[in-house]
């Protein structure tokens, strides 16, 4: 086990790493980030527990869509979000023939690449900026008329005029990935507790000691606080040290593809005089995942008529055909935003308190990378390069 994980890490480094063996792992949070720093942590030999309050992986990561689209995705003040993007995408090959391996699941990785249209002229406006700003990162992306577009897609609508083309942005079937994870983490010997809810982290002279759960304090060596974007309501956080997310509502909804409507690549529309941008996700079994809007409702995850009635707007105007489709599910999630949109990642000022949370948007892109850089810190100490720019000190 220990072995394979290590895989071409230096002797020095398995050394330090086995100084850790045994180590106890607390985790407060059943999501992606959660279960995949879990995975990581009990295939180098801790002892890890998951503490979930509902069924692990049934929040954001469920509600999400499972692009993995650092390029099409991309602000371009966001450079430091946009390197992490990209790593975490360049590491999911890897990561996915591990974890499929691991499980023996199938997480429905694709590398058919995404085609970003503009449906009208204000959109295609809209689309040359934002393919100025991605020239000016140098990322690769190819500028498309329409008609070439509709060589890729021959399903999109004869409107579009003009289209971004990124291989390099791909999708995974997040549903699966969280069932594969979920194996992976037992099999590797982790244990996860479901319909537990951490009440307290228990923290004395400013180190943190356990969690308590069912008026029970369970202590471990380290606790790692992923729980999305409830991370910040837990008890026994002192206010310097609460990460400062937020839960920002993405409406969704998914129909069934038929025989002649069956989309390959993923699509994004951004609407510039819609309230919503809207993505189509098309997956391996034929169901066609379409978001998403963005609302700063709090905890409330009602669906209503004018969040759906945007994303069917949008998603007809790109892609006519769709209009006969059954709708087979709606649903809504929390994205854990932080104040600059990046995730919280490290050390904090409270001993033994490992953050990961505030993936907002890019939680199922980040998850390779936050699982290896985070398990690395919680085995060795040391925060990495790549997770430095990252840290709650940043907001302080
Ligand atoms: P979650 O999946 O929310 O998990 C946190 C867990 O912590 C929950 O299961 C919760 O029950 C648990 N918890 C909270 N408090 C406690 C407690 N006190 N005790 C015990 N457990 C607790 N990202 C992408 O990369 N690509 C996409 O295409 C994409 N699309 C998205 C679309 C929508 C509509 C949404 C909402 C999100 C999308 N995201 C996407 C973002 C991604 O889903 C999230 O960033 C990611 O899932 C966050 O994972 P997490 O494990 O931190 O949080
Ligand atoms: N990354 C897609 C979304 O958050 O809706």
């Given at each position: 086990m220990i072995g394979k994980w290590f895989g071409s890490r230096?002797?020095?480094?398995?050394?330090?790493?086995?100084?850790?063996?045994?180590?106890?792992?607390?985790?407060?949070?059943?999501?992606?980030i959660g279960l995949g720093i879990g995975w990581q942590l009990a295939k180098a030999g801790c002892i890890v527990s998951i503490y979930e309050r509902n069924l692990a992986g049934r929040a954001a990561s469920w509600a999400a869509a499972g692009m993995l689209a650092p390029h099409a995705e991309v602000h371009f003040e966001e450079r430091a979000l946009l390197k992490l993007g990209v790593q975490s995408c360049r590491m999911y090959p890897e990561w996915v023939a591990e974890l499929e391996t691991d499980s023996q699941m199938n997480v429905g990785y694709r590398a058919e690449g995404t085609l970003i249209v503009g449906v009208d002229r204000d959109d295609a406006r809209e689309l040359e900026h934002l393919y100025e700003s991605q020239q000016l990162l140098e990322l690769k992306v190819e500028w498309l008329t329409g008609i070439e577009a509709r060589e890729m897609e021959p399903l999109l609508s004869p409107k579009i005029t003009a289209a971004i083309w990124?291989?390099?942005?791909?999708?995974?079937d997040n549903r699966a990935m969280v069932g594969a994870l979920t194996h992976a983490y037992r099999n590797a010997g982790g244990t996860l507790h479901e319909n537990i809810t951490v009440e307290k982290i228990e923290i004395?002279?400013?180190?943190?000691?356990?969690?308590w759960v069912k008026d029970k304090l369970e202590e471990a060596d380290t606790i790692v606080l992923a729980a999305g974007c409830w991370s910040s309501d837990i008890d026994?956080?002192?206010?310097?040290?609460?990460?400062?997310?937020?839960?920002?509502?993405?409406?969704?909804?998914?129909?069934?593809?038929?025989?002649?409507?069956?989309?390959?690549?993923?699509?994004?529309?951004?609407?510039?005089?819609?309230?919503?941008?809207?993505?189509?996700?098309?997956k391996a079994d034929g169901r066609l995942i379409i978001g998403a809007t963005s609302e700063e409702m709090g905890f409330d995850t009602r669906?209503?008529?004018?969040?759906?009635?945007?994303?069917?707007?949008g998603t007809w105007e790109a892609v006519p055909g769709i209009y006969d489709l059954p709708v087979i599910e709606t649903w809504a999630g929390l994205r854990p935003a932080s104040r600059d949109n990046a995730p919280i990642l490290g050390e904090t000022d409270v001993e033994n308190l490992i953050m990961a949370t505030g993936h907002y948007r890019n939680g199922i892109l980040l998850t390779p990378v936050t699982a290896r850089e985070i398990a690395s810190l919680v085995l060795t100490g040391e925060t990495s390069d790549t997770i430095k720019p990252f840290q709650l000190s940043r907001f302080v």
């Open positions: 230096s002797i020095i480094t398995m050394s330090i790493y086995k100084a850790h063996l045994n180590k106890r792992i607390i985790i407060v949070g059943g999501g992606v990124s291989k390099d942005d791909h999708q995974v004395v002279h400013g180190k943190a000691k356990g969690i026994g956080l002192p206010e310097t040290v609460k990460p400062p997310v937020r839960p920002v509502k993405g409406q969704m909804l998914a129909l069934q593809m038929e025989e002649g409507i069956f989309l390959q690549k993923v699509i994004r529309a951004p609407r510039a005089k819609y309230p919503t941008d809207v993505y189509l996700v098309p669906l209503t008529a004018g969040g759906l009635f945007e994303l069917l707007r």
